[in-house]
């Protein structure tokens, strides 16, 4: 089993930046696929980012050149959200897979562990 937890999110200005941060924990051995995905009241979960043990990234079209996925040396997953915009304000969420991303870092239902979510809001 694996555990996620999610650190960095806050309130910033239209044009600010923030670094979220993902924790995981557990049977994290092997090849795997991290992804960001980020939801608003009355909407579907929507994949932001995602990057695979061998460090290939995919990014949404609406955060590409301003969000960057990446890994530390502790493994954590991090994401540097650059630029950002009003429609950037949403909770954040990790998720893991165990295996690779197998061009589904979108697919929330492609994912089997979730982190509880962080809060993200620019005005």
């Known amino acids: 089993h694996v555990q996620l937890v999610e650190s960095g999110g806050g309130s910033v200005q239209v044009g600010g930046s923030l670094r979220l941060s993902c924790v995981a924990s557990?049977?994290?051995?092997?090849?795997?696929?991290m992804g960001w995905f980020r939801q608003i009241p009355d909407k579907e979960r929507e994949g932001v980012a995602g990057?695979?043990?061998?460090?290939?990234t995919s990014y949404a079209d609406s955060v590409k050149g301003r969000f960057t996925v990446s890994q530390d040396s502790a493994k954590n997953t991090l994401l540097q959200m650059n630029s950002l915009k009003t429609d950037d304000s949403a909770i954040y969420y990790c998720?893991?897979?165990?295996?690779?991303?197998?061009?589904?870092?979108?697919?929330?239902?492609?994912?089997?562990?979730w982190g509880q979510g962080t809060q993200v809001t620019v005005s």
């Open positions: 557990g049977d994290t051995i092997g090849r795997y696929c």
């Open positions: 998720a893991a897979r165990l295996g690779g991303c197998d061009g589904n870092w979108a697919t929330k239902g492609w994912f089997d562990h």
């Open positions: 990057i695979e043990s061998d460090g290939s």
